[in-house]
């Protein structure tokens, strides 16, 4: 497995992810098609910028076209306090075979030798028994559940936490 920046050919991969209600029933229900080239000029943008890291999780190295999902790590305000949010999806394909996990990990590992991100926020839907599994088993701490708003939806999120300057994900 390799991580690689987002790209304009990965339009196809974001509408699989981003418009399916199944990958989307935990983010409530999924986002139109329209915007999702949008989307990914954005993402291809500040990935180049390297504002966010917004990462393709490929399976086969000698195959990078053909993604099983994605793994970002982005800064943005949040009641009026800067943080640091990461975020992951996987196709349904390559779910259960431990791509998610190893590359939020690798994500960490990379956010610990670069050192600007600070504390690391993560948000699963509450019923995301995988992703909150991640949270788990990466070591980071719970902090409580809340609501949250994405994509103009209110979520129920457990809110996780981990400062990979200090906590190397197991």
Not at 44 to 70: F, L, S, Y
Not at 118 to 144: D, K, M, Q, Y
Request: include cysteine; charge should be negative.
């Amino acid at each position: 497995m390799l991580l690689r920046n987002v790209g304009l050919e990965d339009v196809d991969a974001y509408i699989r992810m981003r418009c399916d209600p199944a990958m989307m029933k935990d983010l409530g229900g999924p986002l139109p098609r329209e915007g999702m080239d949008e989307k990914v000029q954005r993402d291809v943008r500040q990935a180049a910028e390297d504002i966010a890291w917004i990462k393709m999780i490929v399976p086969e190295a000698a195959a990078p076209a053909a993604v099983a999902g994605t793994v970002t790590l982005w800064s943005h305000e949040a009641d009026g306090h800067h943080m640091s949010e990461i975020g992951w999806m996987v196709l349904p394909a390559f779910q259960g075979q431990g791509y998610g996990k190893r590359a939020v990990r690798t994500l960490l590992e990379m956010a610990k030798e670069d050192g600007r991100w600070g504390l690391i926020h993560a948000f699963p839907a509450t019923g995301n028994l995988p992703s909150n599994g991640i949270c788990r088993t990466l070591g980071f701490t719970f902090v409580e559940e809340q609501s949250l708003e994405f994509a103009g939806r209110v979520l129920q999120t457990n809110h996780w936490t981990i400062d990979p300057l200090t906590h190397s994900p197991i």
